[in-house]
Each structure stands twice: as C-alpha cells, then as structure tokens.
C-alpha cells in the first residue's frame, strides 16, 4: 500500500501504530495485512496524471489500483476515476474503482462548518474536524474503531499517587499523532506493552496531556525500563 504523507501536521494514526490498523483490514485482503510503503507528498504533486501512474508501475512496482469514484489525482487534480483506469491498462496494472464509505451519522450539524452538515463520504478531513471539537462518539464512528492517541514514555513528567489514585502527566511534545480538544475526557483506556488495558480519565490543557487512574498499583509499573511508548484509546468528551 502507497501512502502519501504530509510532514506539516500531525498524523491521525502514528506511525507507531500503523501497522496494527493495517492488520485489522486483513480479513479484507485475503487474509494477508498489507505492506506499506510511505511518499513525502511533496515529491509527487507536481507529476501529471500520466507521470504518476509511471511512477506507481515502474520505480514502485505497483500491480494494483484502488480508488473512489470521485478521486483525483495529478498536478492540480486533472486526472479523475476513469483516467486512472485507462492509464493503468495502459501500464499492465489492475484497477478497482470502489463507491465512497459514506458518514452514516444522520445529525452532524455539531461538525460546524457547512461542509460538515450534510452526510457525505468518510475522509481524514471529517475525522480531524470531529477530533478538533473533542466529538470522540463520531470520530469512533468515522473511523471504525476508537481513537488511539499514542505519547513516548520517556517525555513523562510526573507521576503521583494517594491512596485511590495514580496521575501521569507529560508535555504534548511527546505526541506522536493528532489528539483531540484540550478537554476532560472519562471512559478511556490505556495500553501499555503486554500489560492489561487500565481504565483512565484524560485532561488535556494547553501544554499538557493529565491521565488519572483508580489503580494505584500503575504509578509503580517501570516505564522508563519495560515499554516505550503509551496508548490511550478515548471515550466520549464530557460536557
């Protein structure tokens, strides 16, 4: 699989994390978890429709195509689904023009933007709108599955206990991918290494990400020396 990337903002998916989003599509791949292989964006938005194609064939070695119904796809989006077709025949690869996975949430007049309040297809658009205005039930809905926020264990902060709590704090610089709102968040969960997910509530501010646990015994685990980097899978932002 093709990726193309922009290095200007943060990922939605980390690239951390990439490769288990990756194996959850085996099922629809033949039981086979795709390969992936990451394009700067940069160095391929000038090509013509033509010159990409030439690309994917003969320096990639690409032998298929997938792509919605309205994708476009060369320098100032001149080539369309139809145009992709004929110049992958035209280079011996196979081509796949599939229907758009559609938003089938019925209210999205909370996105904001008119863009946003009429049902259409699913895109990295949608989801980052959703998570810029912390609505995680409809970034899980966007996505499939709930949104994995994943931070290097070695930019942890602080970590404190009492008698019934653990706190974890650390700067957002240790963010690998694209977090909601500043907000509190409840019904979250947190993975780290092999060990059991932990329930968490989440505080996000300006500078910081906060995790509050019930489980005191968390405080103890050894970060630093068994695992290096944390998961928080989010439930909805709290009113």
């Known amino acids: 699989m093709i990726v193309l990337i922009s290095l200007n903002r943060a990922p939605i998916v980390a690239k951390f994390d990439r490769k288990r989003v990756l194996s959850s599509w ?141 706190r974890v704090s650390a700067p957002k610089s240790c963010l690998l991918n694209l977090p909601p709102k500043e907000g509190f968040y409840e019904n979250c969960i947190l993975l780290f290494g092999d060990e059991r997910p932990v329930s968490c509530r989440v505080f996000i501010d300006r500078m910081h990400i906060h995790l509050e646990m019930d489980e005191v015994g968390i405080c103890n685990f050894d970060y630093s020396q068994d695992i290096q980097f944390l998961g928080i899978e989010f439930g909805e932002l709290e009113s």
């Open 26 to 166: 085996a099922p629809y791949c033949g039981n086979m978890t795709p390969a992936e292989f990451q394009i700067e964006f940069s160095s391929v938005r000038h090509l013509t429709p033509r010159q990409f194609v030439e690309k994917l064939s003969k320096e990639l070695r690409v032998c298929g195509v997938v792509a919605g119904k309205n994708y476009r796809f060369g320098y100032k989006a001149a080539g369309d689904a139809s145009e992709l077709v004929r110049l992958c025949e035209e280079y011996g690869m196979h081509a796949y023009i599939i229907k758009s996975v559609m938003d089938k949430n019925q209210d999205s007049s909370n996105i904001g933007a008119n863009d946003y309040k009429e049902r259409g297809q699913v895109s990295s658009t949608r989801v980052r709108h959703a998570l810029a205005i912390g609505d995680m039930k409809y970034v899980s809905e966007l996505l499939g599955r709930r949104h994995r926020l994943v931070l290097m264990v070695n930019d942890l902060e602080e970590l404190t206990s009492t008698s019934n709590k653990c």
